[in-house]
């Protein structure tokens, strides 16, 4: 694992979205495994930045998103679809028809089956992941299986919480309490991770992911057995390292 502390958010995305440019570039046809959350934006800004000033194509690239809410359609203002559209995909040149995001919505046991399938045949060669406070990933919250595929999962009341104050306007009764996600194992079989962690709030989770015993309590902590894991982190999300 590779761990990277930088000064600032801005530092920590602009080497983030190197990671990512670096394999769109060398592979046009690469396929990348995309994150929400608040995290990630700042990354999305660097590539669609990076898109208008260096062209870099993204036609044939093949992306697949983590998770979704459950029961929230691609139209909803706090779905993850959504999220993709505004943050990044509306800016790329990216084929419609090759950007996944799980369906929260119909045959929910189908939509997962399907993903799973879709997930085997297209290795992504990179994982982008934040990490929820409790050390989840994706939504694969503490207690999931190390074995565990695409899935529909119950959120826990931190996760709730934590996700109510940065996009539900704190409002904890209009954040959905089921959700749709890769599991560990998807996250796993990508080539390479880059997993993502700013801010106070984040101190337990990267001193687990790090330096914790790896077990399903902490799911972030099956990272350790990747052998192509990069961590980006700021001081303050690194505070309880090493001490
Ligand atoms: C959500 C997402 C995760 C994300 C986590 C952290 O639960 N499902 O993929 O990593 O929140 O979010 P944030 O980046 O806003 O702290």
Same mark, same amino acid.
């Given at each position: 694992?590779?761990?990277?502390?930088?000064?600032?958010?801005?530092?920590?995305?602009?080497?983030?979205?190197?990671?990512? %440019? *670096?394999?769109?570039?060398? /592979?046009?046809?690469?396929? &990348? @495994?995309?994150?929400?959350?608040?995290?990630?934006?700042?990354? #999305?800004?660097?590539?669609?930045?990076?898109?208008?000033?260096?062209?870099?194509?993204?036609?044939?690239?093949?992306?697949?998103?983590?998770?979704?809410?459950?029961?929230?359609?691609?139209?909803?203002?706090?779905?993850?679809?959504?999220?993709?559209?505004?943050?990044?995909?509306?800016? %790329? *040149?990216?084929?419609?028809? /090759?950007?996944?995001?799980? &369906? @929260?919505?119909?045959?929910?046991?189908?939509?997962?089956?399907? #993903?799973?399938?879709?997930?085997?045949?297209?290795?992504?060669?990179?994982?982008?992941?934040?990490?929820?406070?409790?050390?989840?990933?994706?939504?694969?919250?503490?207690?999931?299986?190390?074995?565990?595929?695409?899935?529909?999962?119950?959120?826990?009341?931190?996760?709730?919480?934590?996700?109510?104050?940065?996009?539900?306007?704190?409002?904890?009764?209009?954040?959905?309490?089921?959700?749709?996600?890769?599991?560990?194992?998807?996250?796993?079989?990508?080539?390479?991770?880059?997993?993502?962690?700013?801010?106070?709030?984040?101190?337990?989770?990267?001193?687990?992911?790090?330096?914790?015993?790896?077990?399903?309590?902490?799911?972030?902590?099956?990272?350790?057995?990747?052998?192509?894991?990069?961590?980006?982190?700021?001081?303050?999300?690194?505070?309880?390292?090493?001490?």
């Amino acid at each position: 694992m590779k761990l990277i502390i930088c000064d600032s958010y801005e530092e920590g995305c602009l080497e983030g979205a190197k990671i990512i %440019l *670096d394999v769109v570039k060398s /592979n046009p046809k690469a396929v &990348l @495994g995309l994150a929400t959350g608040s995290t990630p934006i700042g990354v #999305y800004k660097e590539m669609v930045k990076d898109f208008k000033d260096n062209h870099t194509s993204y036609k044939d690239v093949i992306s697949y998103n983590l998770d979704e809410y459950f029961g929230l359609e691609g139209t909803h203002p706090q779905s993850y679809r959504y999220f993709m559209e505004q943050h990044l995909f509306q800016y %790329l *040149d990216i084929d419609p028809a /090759n950007v996944h995001v799980p &369906l @929260g919505h119909g045959d929910i046991e189908k939509n997962a089956d399907d #993903y799973n399938a879709m997930l085997d045949k297209d290795v992504r060669d990179i994982q982008l992941l934040g990490i929820g406070s409790n050390g989840h990933i994706g939504f694969n919250e503490p207690g999931e299986s190390f074995d565990s595929i695409t899935h529909v999962v119950d959120l826990k009341e931190s996760t709730i919480q934590d996700n109510a104050k940065l996009f539900f306007d704190g409002d904890i009764d209009a954040v959905p309490k089921k959700a749709i996600t890769m599991g560990i194992k998807n996250i796993m079989d990508a080539k390479k991770i880059l997993l993502m962690a700013f801010g106070i709030n984040k101190r337990y989770a990267i001193k687990e992911l790090v330096e914790g015993t790896m077990r399903e309590e902490v799911p972030a902590t099956i990272l350790q057995k990747h052998d192509d894991v990069i961590v980006i982190v700021d001081k303050e999300a690194a505070i309880d390292l090493l001490k």
